[in-house]
């Protein structure tokens, strides 16, 4: 299998993590503190093999991403479209910070998906949310470097595999 074969496969498989990590249900007390992962997902392979990632692809995952959980039609799909075009826009800056910058950089990235998140519930007539609704962006700053290693090392087993 070459690399760009094995690449969509990796990317198609963590779309599929990604969606059950994000219909898994968590006790209540645990729930603000769910990361957006398919953001985070989107996030590395923008940075990494932007191939795999156009505003297209981000909006149908989006889509997908409503329908699967219920919300408003399109709610997702915006916020992944604004957020895979903040990274492909700064990708050539970005890709090139250390690991704690970067984690800062997805830190302000999933606040700007919570403003955006917050902007689409007010024009839905959605009342305001609680204050932990601003915890999820930092526990994906933190998940975020495990989830690069991660990624990047699943990546590099496979291309040792096909050598």
């Not at 985070?40 to 156009?54: D, G, K």
């Not at 219920?70 to 890709?95: N, S, T, V």
Request: proline share 7%.
């Amino acid at each position: 299998m070459n690399r760009a074969r094995t690449n969509a496969v990796l990317f198609w498989i963590g779309v599929a993590v990604c969606f059950v990590l994000q219909l898994m249900p968590l006790p209540h007390a645990l729930a603000p503190l769910k990361p957006f992962w398919l953001a985070l997902l989107l996030v590395y392979w923008t940075l990494e093999a932007p191939a795999h990632v156009s505003l297209g692809r981000a909006f149908v995952l989006g889509l997908l991403g409503d329908v699967l959980t219920g919300d408003l039609l399109g709610a997702q799909a915006l916020r992944l479209c604004i957020l895979c075009f903040i990274l492909l826009r700064f990708r050539a800056r970005l890709r090139f910070f250390p690991m704690w910058q970067q984690a800062l950089a997805v830190l302000a990235l999933l606040v700007n998906d919570r403003i955006v998140q917050l902007a689409v519930r007010a024009v839905s007539g959605v009342p305001a949310p609680p204050p932990s609704f601003w915890l999820a962006p930092l526990v994906g700053m933190l998940a975020w470097p495990w989830v690069f290693l991660l990624l990047d090392d699943v990546r590099a087993r496979m291309r040792a595999r096909e050598s």
